[in-house]
């Protein structure tokens, strides 16, 4: 059966009160655009139209850097929903055998599930019209919605045996169109169905905008349908979570939360400790080992992974870096692998407060403490940077311990170059190691020696002005008068 997936996204977004279309904002730094397109790919479609109108070029740009295989199909004015997948109609494909299917999409409502999805897809069938619904607790909370509108006649087996109303489905009636008798209905339609694609094409050429908003409406095919004697059937979401929309920047925030507690959900679940699930934020790929504990206040971005035993202390942000097992990384530590990636190895303590940026690779019981920053540089077993201390373009022994406020200087202003600190070297207090430099295995530097030429293994190298005494000196004495 050929599936046709037709996501709309030309509307404006008003109420976002932004420069951006409000389809690229963003729910865990991903446009809601590309959560709905992530559905529509796991469904394996023949065609995914998406529809741009509003912000047309930034819209298409965003989806052709990672889904170059979508379509898309402009519409301009915005005259309806009906409107929209009219656009849409001349790239949709049909089968020889005509059971083809097209589901229907909102570029704005992110949390749509493939599952709920196939369900629906299922129940059509390439024959049926199936329309996801929901029932509201209140007629209030129906405000605004296309109301299911089902004869009273009761017959049954219409339904897909899961909407739990008998009545068959006559038509939806949009809110601005309903008599107070149908605003009373609490079923609702989410703006999602799947429709045969022969039909459609039918329908779409059948609307008319003689209705309360002038608008060519989707929803206008269910009555067509049933004219037709095609059955409609309604099917559910597995939570009403999966087709709330965003509107406003309070309702983005509202399923950013939703979204974030469900992940967190599924983390502890699957063992993880979170301290508080409320205050855990992953937006991206997170894969955690057995017996990892999490506190509070902790954001995970792109590809994060912890090995088992991992301990993350609080407000720590970490991105695009890969955690090796039984490690602790303390409080308020910020590690950021951008492209290049961060790793650390088995045992290594973190933090509190220490920064690791991209191509830090730091092996097994490494210990990087307070208001230590390290990029691009290579750390080996045991090796330490405990207070103060940066190191860039830096490749590091085993055992090394880097002394408080030693730092390499990477940079001379036009090129980087590169340190190369052998095993068991021991670099004091506030040293400057002016690279291109090495120093030799089981070297000692001073503290406070600016280093500016390689230093020989073993020894003790000293790069700094000779301590004197001046007998017999006095302070100045303030003048007077
Ligand atoms: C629509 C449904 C309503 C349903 C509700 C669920 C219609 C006529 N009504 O109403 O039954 O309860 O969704 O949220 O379909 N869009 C376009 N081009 C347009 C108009 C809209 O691409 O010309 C897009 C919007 O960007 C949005 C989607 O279609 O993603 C839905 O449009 P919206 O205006 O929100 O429809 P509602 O009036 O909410
Ligand atoms: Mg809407």
């Known amino acids: 059966m050929m599936l046709n997936i037709v996501i709309m996204a030309a509307g404006k977004g008003t109420r976002m009160k932004s420069a951006l279309p409000k389809v690229l904002h963003r729910l865990a730094h991903q446009s809601l655009l590309h959560h709905v397109l992530d559905t529509a790919l796991a469904l394996m479609a023949d065609r995914i139209i998406t529809v741009t109108g509003h912000g047309a070029d930034a819209v ?47 570029g704005d409502t992110p949390l749509i599930q493939a599952s709920t999805t196939q369900a629906l897809i299922d129940a059509c069938g390439g024959k049926q019209l199936a329309l996801l619904t929901i029932v509201m607790g209140s007629e209030a909370e129906a405000a605004g919605l296309g109301r299911i509108v ?79 004697g095609v ?12 087709v709330l929309g965003v509107n406003s920047p309070l309702q983005l925030a509202d399923l950013e939360r939703r979204y974030q507690r469900s992940r967190a959900v599924a983390f502890m679940e699957a063992g993880v400790r979170l301290a508080d699930p409320a205050r855990f934020d992953v937006r991206g790929h997170l894969e955690c ?84 920053e390290v990029k691009n540089s290579s750390m080996a077993k045991g090796a330490k940077a ?52 090495s120093l030799g295995a089981g070297a ?9 030429k390689d230093a020989p293994a073993a020894a003790l190298t000293v790069a700094r002005g000779k301590q004197v005494t001046l007998s017999g000196w006095v302070r100045p004495v303030k003048q007077t008068g």
């Open 60 to 106: 298409e740009a965003a989806v052709r850097a990672t889904a170059p295989e979508v379509r898309f199909a402009r519409q301009m004015p915005q005259l309806g929903t009906g409107h929209a997948v009219q656009q849409a109609m001349p790239e949709l494909t049909q089968s020889d055998s005509g059971h083809a299917v097209t589901l229907i999409l909102n």
């Open 150 to 228: 089902r004869s009273d006649a009761g017959i049954s087996g219409n339904d897909a045996g899961i909407s739990g109303n008998d009545a068959s489905i006559v038509a939806i009636v949009e809110h601005k169109d309903a008599s107070p008798a149908q605003r009373a209905i609490v079923e609702t339609y989410t703006g999602v169905m799947a429709v045969p694609t022969a039909h459609l094409k039918k329908w779409l050429g059948q609307l008319k905008n003689d209705n309360a908003q002038k608008e060519y409406y989707l929803t206008d095919i269910v009555a067509m349908a049933v004219a037709d």
């Open 231 to 242: 059955t409609v059937v309604a099917a559910h979401p597995s939570s009403d979570t999966e």
């Open 289 to 372: 080992g057995l017996d990892v504990e999490i506190d509070v206040n902790c954001i995970f971005e792109g590809c994060v992974t912890l090995g088992d035993n991992v301990r993350i202390g609080p407000h720590c942000v970490i991105k695009n870096a890969a955690i090796g097992a039984d490690t602790i990384v303390a409080a308020f530590t910020h590690i950021d692998g951008e492209k290049l990636g961060v790793k650390v190895g088995l045992d290594a303590r973190i933090g509190p407060f220490a920064r690791l940026r991209p191509g830090a690779d730091l092996g097994d019981e490494v210990h990087i403490g307070n208001f230590v």
């Open 386 to 437: 405990n207070h103060l201390a940066y190191l860039g373009d830096a490749v590091l022994g085993e055992r090394v311990n880097f002394g408080a406020g030693s730092i390499t200087a990477n940079y001379d202003g036009a090129n980087k170059h590169r340190t190369v600190i052998g095993a068991d070297v021991h670099v004091g207090s506030n040293c400057v190691l002016v690279a291109p430099v």
């Open 444 to 452: 000692t530097i001073g503290g406070g020696s600016t280093i500016t």
